[in-house]
């Protein structure tokens, strides 16, 4: 049993479940990829609670957050931010943008152009940004947590590949089920249940939490099963372009934050198998013939995961 992940920072799933009723999976998911400092992308239905999930995580913890809400005029300069010129002093004054922040809200991000888009190409790849040449470190540590909605394209821009594989992780929420949405409305109009959620964990919890999950045990014959299942993706007919290394180092990071979050001071296949799809899916490129058969991608990854033997 790991003794590093105790409250306060335990505390976490609990306190978003209260609003987020439902969805322990994804909780333990979101939580996990905090820790293990990796990107994560919302993508569901419209009234599933992405936003108010985001929202509930930032707010149980005593640090910075943004919330940037993207729209196609949005320009790059209002996300990293602008230097005005202070005429009583004479020089040019930086003037942060939200980006600058420990937990930064994207939402829906997939309705600003690709130029503002590609603005936090830099910032999740490399904890930085450059404004007029100059480079500036955002604050350590960093996490974006973007929203989209999938299924309406009127007035929307796909995001990019590289913008895709830099999100570590793409999580779906699905509608919870009717007990847990008659439960729903006995919620106050007048006040969110968000507003009443105060700081459970400081940002000291989450290093701590990141020193732990860096000596989680990872057997050698497990390595070498992610390494498989990453590398099958590329083998696929059905899979134009696979995934790259960066989805392995992903799985791995993930599975040991996972393994920190059930109270586990080693990996196990479930941890890895359990990611595979969410980990994966948005990462792969498919054939144009088995896009329009049917085919996607996150069937090919199950498909994989089944093919390929646990390590025992």
């Known amino acids: 049993m790991n003794q590093a992940f105790q409250p306060p920072l335990a505390r976490i799933p609990t ?16 939580v996990a990829a905090w820790i293990a400092g990796v990107h994560v992308l919302l993508e569901d239905f419209p009234g ?9 995580l930032a707010r149980s913890v005593d640090a910075k957050f943004s919330r940037i809400q993207f729209t196609p005029d949005l320009l790059p300069s209002d996300i990293v931010g602008v230097s005005i010129y202070d005429q009583g002093e004479h020089v040019f004054r930086f003037h942060e943008g939200p ?10 991000i997939n309705r600003a152009s690709p130029r503002t888009q590609s603005a936090l190409l830099e910032a999740m790849a490399e904890m930085q940004v450059t404004v007029d040449g100059r480079r500036r470190a955002l604050p350590d540590p960093y996490f974006v947590i973007a ?20 999100f570590g992780v793409r999580l779906s929420l699905g509608y919870v089920s009717a007990e847990e949405e008659a439960r729903m409305l006995d919620y106050s109009p007048s006040e969110h249940p968000v507003d009443a959620l105060t700081p459970c964990a400081t940002l000291d919890d989450l290093r701590a939490a990141r020193v732990a999950a860096s000596r989680v045990s990872v ?5 070498q099963y992610i390494v498989t299942l990453v590398a099958s993706t590329r083998s696929r007919a059905e899979i134009h372009m696979g995934a790259s290394p960066r989805g392995s180092i992903t799985i791995f990071q993930l599975a040991r934050a996972l393994a920190l979050v059930d109270g586990l001071d080693y990996v196990t296949p479930d941890h890895v198998q359990s990611i595979a799809v969410d980990v994966l899916a948005h990462r792969l490129a498919l054939d144009p013939q088995a896009h329009y058969s049917g085919a996607t991608a996150a069937e090919l990854v199950r498909e994989i995961v089944a093919a390929i033997p646990v390590p025992v």
Request: proline fraction near 5%; hydrophobic fraction near 40%; aromatic fraction near 4%.
């Open 15 to 30: 306190q978003v479940g209260t609003v987020m009723r439902g969805q322990a999976g994804v909780i333990r998911k979101l």
């Open 219 to 223: 057997t050698d014959a497990l390595r």
């Open 147 to 166: 929203t989209q909605n999938p299924v309406e394209s009127h007035g929307t821009y796909p995001l990019p590949e590289a913008q895709l594989d830099r």
């Open 99 to 108: 980006v600058f922040a420990h937990v930064l809200l994207a939402d829906e």
């Open 48 to 56: 599933t609670g992405k936003t108010t999930l985001a929202k509930a």
